[in-house]
């Protein structure tokens, strides 16, 4: 593993304007104005707040924290779909995340039509997928029911089929998140296995999870979210065993 950072947040805040709806009418709106003024300004979510971290190349991070805390949205300003409200973020690899169970999917095609259509947004050539179509459907395990409209498919079948096109991919950077939680046993273990050897192939991995067991299992640093901030970085099992400690004493 390299020691050069590769992915880097320096005081990176995100914050997210609220609309507000008044009510009453334009006559109570002109009369309250100020008041009115000061909610507008107001209203707003703080997702993240000051947060600074290093992921090194080839490393595999962890990011652990309540639902809120501010997880995916760290994901998404590594992929570039969201922009920090303050802070700089520096990345340098190719990025392939899985980010969003269905995303990029077109319910209305057949699962191996969705093979095709996930691998080139995720950067494959046609070319590419289509020499690994066969193996993509068959760590799927969807047999049959790859040539089925999506829409018909339940979300253990989806993430199947999500994860089996991540296979085909040289990635860089591997953004993940949750999609280990859902599937049955022997698929999870397929996706484990396969994280696996992207981490021996130097790939870097970062992954979100609610598993603490995964988290350690996988992780070779981890790093807790509370509130929107960095409560802590460092060993996964110190890291997940604090974690684990502070909501039992909840």
Avoid at 57 to 86: H, Q
């Amino acid at each position: 593993m390299s020691r050069n950072p590769l992915i880097v947040f320096e005081g990176v805040s995100k914050s997210y304007t609220l609309h507000y709806h008044f009510t009453g009418g334009i006559k109570n709106f002109l009369f309250h104005l100020p008041s009115y003024i000061r909610k507008a300004r107001s209203s707003s979510y703080c997702a993240l707040k000051d947060v600074s971290f290093e992921i090194r190349r080839g490393e595999t991070f962890g990011i652990i924290g309540k639902n809120g805390a501010g997880k995916s949205t760290i994901l998404g300003i590594i992929a570039g779909v969201l922009k920090p409200t303050r802070g700089k973020v520096a990345v340098g690899g190719r990025i392939s995340p899985l980010l969003e169970l269905g995303a990029g999917f077109s319910f209305e095609l057949t699962g191996r039509e969705n093979i095709l259509l996930n691998g080139i947004i995720l950067g494959l050539t046609r070319k590419k997928v289509l020499d690994r179509m066969d193996e993509i459907i068959e760590f799927s395990g969807l047999g049959e029911f790859v040539d089925q409209p999506i829409r018909t498919y339940s979300s253990g079948m989806l993430s199947k089929l999500a994860f089996s096109v991540v296979t085909s991919l040289d990635p860089e950077i591997l953004l993940i998140d949750e999609i280990l939680a859902v599937g049955d046993l022997n698929f999870q273990q397929k996706c484990l296995e396969k994280m696996m050897s992207f981490k021996k192939s130097g790939v870097t991995i970062v992954f979100v999870s609610h598993s603490m067991k995964q988290v350690e299992q996988i992780c070779d640093r981890a790093m807790w979210l509370e509130n929107h901030v960095v409560r802590a970085i460092g060993d996964p099992g110190t890291i997940t065993g604090e974690y684990s400690s502070y909501w039992k004493d909840r």
